[in-house]
C-alpha cells in the first residue's frame, strides 16, 4: 500500500521496522489533526438569594430577566415571587442557618450569591461564588477577613459589652439601590465573559 509514496520511503530510511515507523509517523501528526483535548465544563450561571431580609428582590429579577440567568429565592417562609420560569423558590426549615446551609451547599463558580451575612458570604467565596450584599458592595476573598473580624466588633458593641450599646447599619437609600443594580449587572457580565 505504501510502497510508491513518499512516506514509505521516509519511513523505510530510518532503518526501523515499517510498522514503527507508520506509528511514530502517526503520534507526530494525528494528534494534533484529530482530536484535541476535552475542554472543561463551567458550571450553569445561576443566582441565589438570601431572601428572608432583602431589600432588592424586584432589582434582582430585571437583572437576572435581561440577562435571562435563572434566580433561586431561597427563604425560611414563603415568600411571593413572580410566575417566570427563571424565578423559582425553596422554602427551607426555620432551623438555625437553614438558608444559609442551602445557598453554601449549592454556590460554586457559576453562581452569584445575594446576601448580607457576612459568614454566608464567607461560605459562598471560598465555594467560588460571586457575592454582592443588597447595597451593591461586593465581598472579595481578600476583604471577607476583615468583615467577619468587623462583624464580631460590632455584635460585641451592640450588645454593650464594651461602653454605651450602639445601632445598627444605616438605612437602606436608593443610593445602595443603585449600586446593587450596577454591581449584580457587572457580576453577570464577567461572568458569562469568563464562559
Not at 93 to 102: E, K, N, Q, R, T
Not at 108 to 125: E, K, M, N, P, Q
Not at 128 to 149: D, H, Q, R, W, Y
Amino acid at each position: 500500500m505504501w510502497e510508491n509514496s513518499s512516506v514509505a520511503g521516509a519511513l523505510h530510511q530510518s532503518g526501523e521496522p515499517e510498522w514503527r515507523g507508520y506509528a511514530a509517523f502517526l503520534r507526530g501528526w494525528l494528534p494534533g489533526l484529530c482530536w484535541s483535548a476535552p475542554k472543561t465544563i463551567a458550571p450553569p450561571m445561576k443566582i441565589l438569594v438570601d431572601a428572608d431580609a432583602c431589600p432588592v428582590k424586584e432589582e434582582i429579577y430585571k437583572v437576572a430577566w435581561r440577562h435571562e440567568i435563572p434566580v433561586t429565592i431561597v427563604s425560611n417562609s414563603p415568600i411571593r415571587i413572580p410566575v417566570h420560569p427563571l424565578v423559582d423558590r425553596v422554602v427551607v426549615s426555620d432551623g438555625f442557618d437553614a438558608a444559609d446551609d442551602w445557598i453554601a451547599e449549592r454556590a460554586d463558580a457559576g453562581s452569584v450569591c445575594i446576601t448580607a451575612d457576612i459568614l454566608l458570604a464567607d461560605r459562598c467565596l471560598k465555594a467560588g461564588a460571586v457575592v454582592i450584599a443588597p447595597n451593591g458592595k461586593p465581598f472579595t476573598l481578600s476583604s471577607i477577613g476583615a468583615a467577619v473580624a468587623t462583624r464580631a466588633i460590632m455584635a460585641d458593641l451592640r450588645a454593650g459589652a464594651v461602653g454605651d450599646p450602639i445601632g445598627g447599619p444605616p438605612p437602606f437609600g436608593k443610593v445602595d439601590r443603585s449600586r446593587f443594580l450596577q454591581a449584580l449587572d457587572e457580576a453577570l457580565v464577567r461572568l458569562k465573559r469568563g464562559r
